[in-house]
């Protein structure tokens, strides 16, 4: 009996030792996996220095053993011959001798394997980085770029801008941050940009509002942010949430930020200003378009005006220090530039005045604001005539005609958008009271909006709402278009964005303002009587541009366009927001066209810096002109010259204009 359970015993002693034996068997062989499939999931970086580390081990080995078979003489030739077999199996193709053909053969077989696994290992990890780089997740290494965060409509004109500002810049880039695959962005931007010039554009995938994502584009190294209002139902959150992002980023720069911010909603900029300070300019996108288009349905040209300042394509707006300046007064500086246009003043805490008084005196710290072709084109004339006494040589041939003409007008606005509530707001500013403002519209939405909200805050317009279709003859002949001073016709609603970046929405509605303009283009051509109003229009797409020409309307206001060149201009520089908020409100000075009989004899030539001598008579300043037989040309500018060389001489005609900046 205990014979049979001493027998028991060892057979449970043995199963159990077998049992343990194999659960570390396979516990080791599960370990030696792990370990293996961690270094290869490591990559290049880990596999390479053990490959190198076993090649070594190798070399030596066979080494040894080539020197004991006595085919080498010296260890450093056993070394060569086993290196030189490890990399070409051909090496061994002349080897005689049993023991060192067998040898031969496996270094040969040990180098095939190392020598194919680190290709291996290098082809996985070129892939990989490959991968990562068309992810759009590497980290940019620039300075002094311009980082644009989110992806909307507005961002190729954006580029377009920039790249044009650039031109004199060394090695300028633009980094873009984007919810978008990298190479989707690039493909699109290549398409819609005409070149970038020297300007790399950089394309990064990623959420703007994401700090993580934010430090992949060095923003503490970048000259400006903007940040464009993303395409989904809460944009100003998100903008934001983006702009909280990069203010409290722990890995931010002690100085200050210049970040550009597109807004929707008004009602939002209180928060957003907490959340950005002074680090922010916040650009409301509808009230920017509102205000360009009420003031140019009141002045046949001045959009055109508008969008040549806001282009770096042409003569722009400029602040400059001059030193030689300090103790003179503004009188002064505008004769001292010939190429120049100086129009006010920064003073050295930073506020702005257009226009000021001519006998404003120039003190340190100072700056002039300037209309000039480029930054380093603002330089002092060489020769300074002086011009009061050429100017009292010719005074008798300048006429001083200051005839008051009444504000009480008759305006109308075909269609209506989300901007058409604030036009109206904007153009009760300009009227008098007791003018009216009549709407055509066929909108639900937007007829309740007007009567039940629009109509209480006109303070000196009376509203009128007509019912129709603004591509229906019958309703637009209904109106009597000859009784209005301005026709404002607007692109029918669009509620947001992302429907501009679908083609059928936004050609829809060109269309239908294109449908509009022809039937009013129809209508004047068949009536005996001049026409007598303004019409501006609104539109979408740049290119429907060029279609809506034959038309031959007043001024078109492209709003996408025109706001991404405002954008552009304030991440170059956020003083412009000073100088545009007193151009387009009707506080302060503004842009007018005024007649030229008002500044000089009609034929006569005349240098510019005359007309200049003249409008400062009338408590103006001149800064171009506008030659009325070009109004239809578009390769002529419309007839519209900014910044003229005060010293060429001009023949005006009487049609023609002189573009002046005045406070009434």
């Known amino acids: ?4 359970n001493k027998t028991y015993l060892t057979f449970l002693c043995s199963s159990c030792n077998h049992n343990r034996n194999r659960y570390q068997t396979s516990y080791f062989r599960a370990w030696l996996q792990y370990k293996s499939d961690n270094i290869f999931a490591a990559g290049p970086v880990v596999i390479i220095p053990i490959l190198a580390l ?14 004991w078979s006595g085919e080498t003489h010296t260890y450093s030739q056993s070394l060569w011959e086993t290196f030189m077999r490890t990399l070409d199996p051909g090496s061994a193709a002349e080897d005689t001798g049993g023991i060192h053909r067998l040898i031969s053969a496996a270094v040969t077989m040990c180098g095939i394997f190392i020598i194919s696994t680190l290709i291996g290992a290098l082809t996985t990890g070129m892939e990989g980085k490959l991968a990562e780089l068309r992810k759009g997740r590497t980290k940019v290494v620039e300075t002094n770029h311009t980082i644009i965060l989110g992806w909307s409509s507005k961002i190729f004109d954006i580029i377009n801008e920039l790249v044009l500002a650039n031109e004199n810049q060394h090695n300028p880039s633009i980094v873009i941050l984007a919810p978008k695959d990298r ?13 970038n010039k020297n300007t790399k554009i950089i394309c990064r995938n990623g959420d703007p509002m994401s700090i993580h994502d934010l430090n992949i584009l060095s923003p503490n190294n970048a000259r400006s942010i903007i940040i464009l209002a993303p395409l989904n139902d809460n944009p100003d959150v998100s903008v934001i949430k983006t702009i909280l992002a990069i203010t409290n980023n722990p890995q931010r720069t002690k100085l200050k930020f210049h970040i550009v911010a597109e807004i929707k909603e008004r009602n939002n900029i209180e928060v957003a200003r907490i959340a950005g300070a002074d680090e922010v300019v916040f650009v409301h996108a509808d009230e920017i378009i509102a205000r360009i288009i009420a003031q140019s349905g009141r002045q046949s040209g001045l959009s055109i005006i508008l969008s040549m300042l806001l282009s770096f394509k042409y003569d722009e707006i400029y602040f400059k220090y001059e030193p030689l300046l300090v103790g ?3 009188n002064d500086a505008l004769f001292l530039y010939r190429t120049s246009s100086v129009i006010g003043l920064m003073f050295a805490d930073e506020t702005i005045k257009i226009c000021p008084s001519r006998d404003t005196i120039i003190h340190q710290n100072d700056q002039i604001i300037v209309i000039a072709e480029d930054d380093d084109a603002i330089n002092l004339s060489s020769n300074n005539t002086s011009v009061t006494t050429i100017f009292e040589a010719t005074i008798s041939s300048i006429q001083t005609n200051n005839e008051k003409q009444t504000n009480i007008e008759k305006n109308i606005i075909l269609g209506w958008n989300s901007k058409g509530s604030l036009i109206a707001k904007q153009l009760d500013n300009y009227v008098s009271e007791g003018s009216e403002l009549h709407i055509l519209t066929n909108m639900d ?3 309740k909006i007007i009567t039940e909200q629009l109509v209480n805050e006109l303070e000196r317009q009376k509203l009128y709402l007509h019912s129709g279709d603004i591509t229906n003859r019958l309703d637009l002949e209904k109106l009597n278009l000859y009784s209005y001073h301005d026709v404002i016709l607007l692109a029918n609603d669009i509620n947001n964005e992302q429907n501009q970046l679908e083609t059928s929405s936004s050609e829809a509605a060109d269309a239908e303002c294109l449908i509009c303009l022809l039937h009013l283009r129809n209508m004047i051509d068949k009536n005996s009587r ?3 109003f303004n019409i501006v229009t609104e539109m979408f797409d740049i290119r429907n541009r060029e279609l809506a020409e034959i038309t031959r309307a007043d001024d078109f206001i492209v709003s996408p366009n025109i706001l991404s060149k405002y954008i552009a201009q304030i991440s170059e520089n956020k003083n412009l927001t000073k100088v545009f908020d007193v151009l387009l409100t009707a506080e302060g000075a503004e842009i007018y066209l ?11 030539a005349i240098p510019f810096y005359l007309i200049v001598e003249a409008s400062l008579k009338q408590q103006a300043l001149a800064i171009g002109y506008r030659q009325m037989k070009y109004a239809q040309d578009s390769n002529k500018f419309y007839g519209i010259v900014l910044n003229p060389d005060k010293d060429i001489s001009i023949t005006f005609q009487y049609e023609d204009k002189i573009i002046v900046l005045a406070e009434d």
């Open 328 to 330: 003179k007064t503004f």
């Open 1 to 4: 009996m205990k014979t049979k």
């Open 183 to 195: 190479i989707e962005m690039q493909e699109i931007i290549s398409q819609k940009i005409d070149g």
């Open 54 to 67: 076993i090649s070594i081990c190798l070399i030596l080995i066979f080494s040894s053993l080539y020197l």
């Open 445 to 447: 939405k937007a007829k």
């Open 594 to 604: 005024r007649p030229v009989s008002l500044f000089t004899i009609i034929g006569v």
């Open 530 to 532: 001049q026409k007598t």
